[in-house]
């Protein structure tokens, strides 16, 4: 059993929806931003960054994993799905699971952040971030030109991506012209694990979400 510590934002999504891919069983624990749950001592006991997403493999002696990149790669290979096996497959998927780790998850949190939440509007700090989004979103939509997933296969790497990219327009983002990122946003959309995992955790309360992730995204 996995106990699943999140909220309703893109790190948190890439989790839910991979054990929703793998039939994993797992309990939701809903985190409050606005109530700081995330700096909780006891939960940062599980992860002492104080984010989400993070887990707990209660079948693996209470095993944590934090960082979403971390937590997707453990899970796929305690299952042995959703990661090639073989080991220039492996790295491919890899590379693109850090692609988005280390670059459209920063510079779309960026955009967000001035583009919706920063309480001065910073032309350039908007124009900085959301230009620097289009760029990744080209070097994706060369990929996926190409192949059907960004690793070939279905794997990790796309489910990392999808959920920032789906949020494209809230970040002021275009996907226009980009006919492989479309196409590809198409599939994963199509994909019923894909929406169970989006519905994880419900979200009850849109006003205190969307209040609790300004507060965590501008301190």
């Not at 059993?1 to 624990?29: F, R």
């Not at 006991?45 to 693996?60: C, L, Q, T």
């Not at 489910?159 to 980009?178: K, M, Q």
């Amino acid at each position: 059993m996995i106990d699943l510590y999140t909220a309703a934002t893109p790190n948190g999504h890439k989790v839910s929806i991979v054990l929703e891919e793998l039939g994993m069983p797992y309990t939701v624990h809903a985190l409050s931003f606005d109530k700081k749950e995330q700096k909780a001592p006891a939960f940062l006991k599980i992860n002492p960054n104080g984010r989400i997403p993070a887990i707990v493999d209660r079948a693996n002696g209470d095993f944590a994993v934090f960082e979403s990149g971390a937590i997707l790669i453990y899970l796929a290979e305690l299952s042995g799905k959703l990661l090639p096996k073989d080991p220039k497959g492996r790295s491919v998927a890899i590379q693109w699971l850090m692609f988005q780790m280390g670059g459209i998850g920063p510079m779309q949190g960026q955009a967000n952040v001035f583009f919706r939440y920063f309480p001065e509007k910073l032309q350039g700090a908007i124009d900085r971030y959301q230009h620097e989004t289009r760029r990744l979103y080209e070097v994706l939509n060369t990929r996926l030109e190409t192949v059907e997933f960004l690793a070939d296969e279905y794997s990790i790497a796309d489910i990392a991506t999808y959920p920032w990219v789906r949020g494209h327009e809230w970040s002021g983002v275009s996907v226009e012209g980009l006919p492989g990122l479309q196409r590809w946003m198409a599939a994963m959309e199509a994909r019923p694990a894909v929406q169970r995992g989006l519905q994880i955790p419900p979200r009850t309360d849109d006003a205190n979400v969307v209040k609790g992730a300004q507060a965590m995204l501008i301190r």
